[in-house]
């Protein structure tokens, strides 16, 4: 890249594997709800499977993308009178930040998995699957993704303070 400042569009870094099931499972959402759309409209047939489907990998979609939003530093956040803190008060508040974020992840970790375990044996009504799996199962298993991805950012900015890069 010619300008560190500047990134174009055709010099950009390749998708992440994360990213890439988010693409993957964007895509079978879109080609489920047209052709669900398509039957319902044109063949005046509607698929009893497509809306528990769509559901399903929503889910998944979310708290994946929520996950990848940790890692790559994308939440939305409010930053107005955090930015007006000097720069060692900043990185403290920082910290405990991702100290805050970590432990929600933890127990998304927990509470998930109770949730899982105590859901057992239920089936989805149109697909047949077990739900404790393909729905309930997003929230720890994604939630460990979470866990870390923010104890990764953690070390990076207790790493900062110690380097006193603020």
């Not at 398509?38 to 063949?43: E, T």
Request: proline residues 3%; contains cysteine.
């Amino acid at each position: 890249m010619q300008n560190n400042d500047k990134v174009r569009l055709n010099e950009r870094e390749p998708l992440t594997p994360g990213e890439k099931v988010l693409a993957l499972l964007f895509g079978v959402i879109v080609c489920v709800m047209f052709a669900q759309v398509v039957f319902r409209y044109i063949f005046n047939n509607s698929l009893a499977w497509s809306e528990e489907l769509i559901r399903f990998l929503f889910v998944w979609l979310t708290f994946l993308g929520g996950a990848l939003a940790v890692k790559s530093k994308t939440h939305i956040a409010v930053e107005f009178f955090i930015g007006l803190l000097p720069g060692k008060y900043l990185k403290y508040t920082r910290i405990l930040n991702q100290v805050l974020i970590t432990a929600f992840f933890v127990a998304m970790v927990v509470i998930g998995s109770f949730w899982v375990f105590y859901s057992r044996g239920l089936q989805s009504s149109a697909l047949g699957l077990p739900v404790y799996i393909v729905l309930y199962g997003a929230l720890p298993s994604t939630s460990v993704l979470g866990v870390g991805y923010s104890i990764k950012r953690l070390k990076e900015e207790v790493s900062e303070l110690k380097q006193k890069k603020y």
